[in-house]
Each structure stands twice: as structure tokens, then as C-alpha cells.
């Protein structure tokens, strides 16, 4: 992966990350969803990946409130070294900076991720980027960016972000437009309106077992630098940082 960075040893209080996301007192509480939310999240694991994953997906879930750990990894992209995207678009999507008078796309990305709900608006005009590609009125997919913290829902961190860096909260293609290359396309175009905004890097993550999404990563020129491990035991939590080597 080429560049060293510095990856702090673990400690309950998740001390720093990486030298360019230093650490912060806060973490996002840990709270139940409400039924009606996993009902719809079981129905929508089943559409994308069948029973067995879901199932398998489903008892993890019910058990995590006592026992939960979790590898998120983490990446990063140098904006200079960023390639601009291809002038090529078959599928005739046209990509748009949301604004907040944009209610109609709001609220399609909110029931496409339904973590959002009630706060995209607000996070957009608070002058977090949000593009989407849009096919005809329909979201097709969006890459949501936060410029002030990294919030790593999934292991329950959040780091304050340094002047000139970025964290990319949340990329989505719906299922129907995936292996379209649409993915691609909306990363190197993100990366281009943040090089204009004098944002020099881009961090972001997923789980290590989500390898479509770390492979579309790579594939844009992101570089793969730490893991975060991540234990619950009834009220303990730890935290561990892995450095990633080429």
C-alpha cells in the first residue's frame, strides 16, 4: 500500500486512529432500532444476499447486546493523486450536489439508508456534500461527505476530522443500477469537488468482510491503512488499531 502511517496502541477509550484523525471524547450511543426499522432491514438483507446471510446476519444481531466484535477497515486517498472521472456516461445519469430544497432526493436516500432519516437535510445544509446520480427523478445512488468528524457507526467510534481532511459517511448504489460502474463514478467525482474545496484527504471504511466494497476502494485509488477491532462484552468495550501493510 506504499505510505507508513502511525496506528496508536489500543485502549478503552479509543485514543486515535490514525496521526490525521485525532481523538475525541464523543462516540455515538449504541441504541436499539425501533421494530418497524428491523423488520425493514431483515426484509432488505433477504432481497440483497438470500436466508442464509440474512439468518446468519439476523442471530448475530439478537445476540449483540451481550457479545459483539466487529474489524472495520480503514482507507484513504491522497486527492492530488486522484484520477478525474471518464467523460463517458451509457447509462445517461446525471450527477447533482443536493441542496436542501432538494426534498424529493432527500427522501429517496433516506429510505435507501435508513440511518439517515430526519437528519440529511440538516447535514446538508450544514454544507455536508451530498452527490447523487439521478436517473430521470429517481436516486440511482449517493456518496454522503462529512468534513468536521469520522463517525464509524459500526464500532461505535467517532474521530474529529484535521483541517483538510474529509470522511466519507456513506456511499450507496441501489441493486438494480450496481455492476453499472455507477460506484466508480460517483467516488471520482466526489473527489474532484472536494480537491475544489481544498480538501486534501479523503478517509473512509467498511467492514473487512465487505470486500465489494473494499474492492471498489481500490479500484478508484483508495489505499488500505488500519483495521479497527472492536469488542463488546455486556457494558465493556475495547478498541484495537492494526496497521494494514502492503
Same mark, same amino acid.
Given at each position: 500500500m506504499?505510505?507508513?502511517?502511525?496506528?496508536?496502541?489500543?485502549?478503552?477509550?479509543g485514543?486515535? *486512529?490514525?496521526?490525521?484523525?485525532p481523538?475525541?471524547g464523543?462516540?455515538?450511543g449504541?441504541?436499539?432500532?425501533?421494530?418497524g426499522?428491523v423488520?425493514?432491514?431483515?426484509?432488505?438483507n433477504w432481497q440483497?444476499?438470500?436466508w442464509n446471510i440474512?439468518?446468519?446476519?439476523?442471530?448475530?444481531y439478537?445476540?449483540r447486546?451481550?457479545?459483539?466484535?466487529?474489524v472495520?477497515r480503514i482507507?484513504?486517498?491522497k486527492?492530488?493523486?486522484?484520477?478525474?472521472p471518464?467523460?463517458? &456516461?451509457?447509462?445517461g445519469?446525471k450527477f447533482?450536489?443536493?441542496?436542501?430544497?432538494?426534498?424529493?432526493a432527500?427522501a429517496?436516500?433516506?429510505a435507501?439508508?435508513e440511518? *439517515?432519516?430526519g437528519?440529511?437535510q440538516p447535514?446538508?445544509?450544514?454544507?455536508?456534500?451530498?452527490?447523487?446520480?439521478m436517473?430521470?427523478d429517481?436516486?440511482?445512488?449517493? &456518496?454522503l461527505?462529512?468534513m468536521?468528524?469520522a463517525?464509524?457507526?459500526l464500532?461505535n467510534?467517532?474521530?474529529?476530522?484535521?483541517?483538510?481532511?474529509a470522511?466519507?459517511?456513506?456511499?450507496?448504489?441501489?441493486k438494480?443500477?450496481?455492476?453499472?460502474g455507477l460506484?466508480a463514478?460517483?467516488?471520482?467525482?466526489i473527489f474532484q469537488?472536494l480537491?475544489r474545496?481544498?480538501v486534501?484527504c *479523503?478517509?473512509?471504511?467498511?467492514l473487512v468482510?465487505?470486500?465489494a466494497s473494499?474492492?471498489?476502494?481500490?479500484?478508484v485509488?483508495f489505499e488500505?491503512?488500519a483495521d479497527?477491532?472492536?469488542?463488546?462484552?455486556?457494558s465493556l468495550e475495547?478498541?484495537?488499531?492494526?496497521r494494514v501493510?502492503a
Open positions: 506504499g505510505h507508513s502511517v502511525h496506528i496508536p496502541p489500543g485502549s478503552p477509550s485514543s486515535s *486512529l490514525v496521526h490525521e484523525l481523538a475525541e464523543a462516540r455515538p449504541a441504541s436499539a432500532p425501533e421494530l426499522g423488520f425493514r432491514k431483515v426484509r432488505r440483497d444476499y438470500g440474512t439468518a446468519r446476519k439476523t442471530f448475530a439478537l445476540v447486546a451481550v457479545y459483539f466484535r466487529q472495520y482507507y484513504r486517498i486527492l492530488a493523486d486522484a484520477v478525474p471518464s467523460e463517458s &456516461n451509457v447509462y445519469f447533482k450536489m443536493l441542496t436542501p430544497r432538494d426534498a424529493d432527500i429517496q436516500i433516506e435507501i439508508a440511518w *439517515l432519516r437528519c440529511l447535514a446538508i445544509a450544514a454544507g455536508q456534500p451530498c452527490l447523487a446520480a436517473d430521470g429517481r436516486v440511482a445512488g449517493f &456518496n461527505i462529512r468536521d468528524r463517525t464509524l457507526v464500532v467510534l467517532t474521530r474529529k476530522l484535521r483541517p483538510g481532511c470522511w466519507s459517511e456513506h456511499i450507496a448504489v441501489r438494480e443500477y450496481r455492476r453499472s460506484g463514478q460517483l467516488r471520482l467525482r469537488d480537491k474545496r481544498g486534501r *479523503l478517509y473512509g471504511g467498511t468482510t465487505n470486500t473494499l474492492a471498489l476502494a481500490t479500484s485509488g488500505e491503512i479497527v477491532h472492536y469488542l463488546k462484552f455486556l475495547k478498541w484495537r488499531y492494526v501493510r
